[in-house]
């Protein structure tokens, strides 16, 4: 598992990415917003930015989500 650091209302939160190599997924969850998803290894990349966006967009304000789910984005391809 990695922790990350990332900025949600002005504080920073850590970010849990666990990587399941047999089974083919990435688990993110950031628990300061209660917020949580899978990421398969193929999913395609617009589809996964708009799910993402969107359900992130749920529990913080639009800017904090674009934010946000660019840097998860980018710590899932770089696993």
């Keep these: 598992m990695k922790i990350r ?3 949600i ?3 920073t939160k850590n970010i849990y990415l666990y990587e399941n190599k047999k089974e083919e997924y990435t688990l993110v969850a950031v628990p300061s917003i209660e917020w949580s998803t899978i990421i398969p290894y193929e999913e395609e990349l617009k589809p996964l930015k708009e799910r993402t966006l969107t359900s992130i967009s749920q529990r913080v304000d639009d800017i904090t989500a674009s934010d946000l789910t ?3 984005l ?3 391809r770089e696993m």
């Design 9 to 11: 209302f002005n504080e």
């Design 70 to 72: 660019n840097k998860i």
């Design 74 to 76: 980018h710590w899932v």
């Design 5 to 7: 650091k990332a900025t």
